[in-house]
């Protein structure tokens, strides 16, 4: 059973347009995370949500923004991708920030062209 | 912020033998380690995990061991089936702030 689902799997947009990427929970979990992964590198967190609360890294482009309408749906928007935005894009939740097993959705591949 | 390390970034293994990843922390408040696997295009997988009050788990065939004295941290895989082959990733986490990847290991387990 899917607990932590991602659509769309592979998502193709146009240098500088918006593009959204969802993800949804059936773990009921407080926190949300979005991380981006390069090719052969480690994930890298981009910000998450505990409950309501945003929670943006530091270094963290401001090309990319995330809404939480309710808990089970996280959205990650890219405002204007450039081509160094193609990436996987991988979801993960826990029920408490960072103290909890983080548990990753399947990612979205994106492409710029 | 916590730095971890990983070595060897590539492992190749012939099926039936053992591998072994390491890993190395910089924050001695880290106290949660876990260990992913990730297939080629797909997600992150939770293999094992440990605490900083246990110094060594194990689940069939996967070991983890902890020395908090040295701050370091290793996978142990036995028998390893072509299965098996993926990149594994270390991580930490120290109290509240974020998880901290390695940088990953490219397990291929020879037939």
């Known amino acids: 059973d899917a607990m932590v689902i991602q659509n769309p799997r592979y998502q193709v947009t146009q240098f500088g347009k918006p593009v959204t990427l969802s993800c949804s929970q059936t773990?009921?979990?407080?926190?949300m995370y979005w991380y981006q992964q390069k090719s052969s590198q480690a994930p890298k967190l981009l910000f998450h949500?505990?409950?309501?609360?945003?929670?943006n890294e530091a270094d963290t482009p401001d090309n990319f923004q995330s809404r939480r309408p309710n808990t089970s749906f996280c959205f990650l928007d890219i405002r204007s991708p450039g081509l160094g935005d193609a990436a996987m894009y991988l979801c993960?939740?826990?029920?408490?920030?960072?103290?909890?097993?983080?548990?990753f959705g399947p990612g979205t591949r994106l492409l710029v062209l | 912020g916590e730095n971890v390390e990983q070595h060897p970034s590539t492992l190749s293994v012939q099926e039936g033998d053992s591998a072994v990843i390491k890993c190395t922390y910089s924050?001695?408040?880290?106290?949660?380690f876990p260990w992913y696997k990730q297939e080629l295009g797909k997600r992150p997988q939770l293999i094992i995990d440990?605490?900083?009050?246990?110094g060594e788990k194990k689940d069939q065939r996967i070991a983890v061991t902890l020395n908090k004295t040295a701050k370091h941290f290793s996978l142990h895989i036995t028998e390893t089936q072509p299965e098996d082959s993926a990149v594994y990733f270390c991580?930490?986490?120290?109290?509240?702030?974020?998880?901290?990847f390695g940088t990953g290991t490219r397990l291929t387990i020879i037939p």
């Open positions: 993960a939740t826990s029920r408490e920030p960072f103290r909890e097993t983080q548990y």
């Open positions: 991580a930490a986490l120290p109290g509240n702030e974020k998880l901290t």
């Open positions: 949500y505990y409950d309501k609360d945003f929670n």
């Open positions: 773990l009921n979990h407080n926190v």
């Open positions: 440990i605490r900083s009050n246990v």
């Open positions: 924050d001695s408040a880290s106290n949660y």
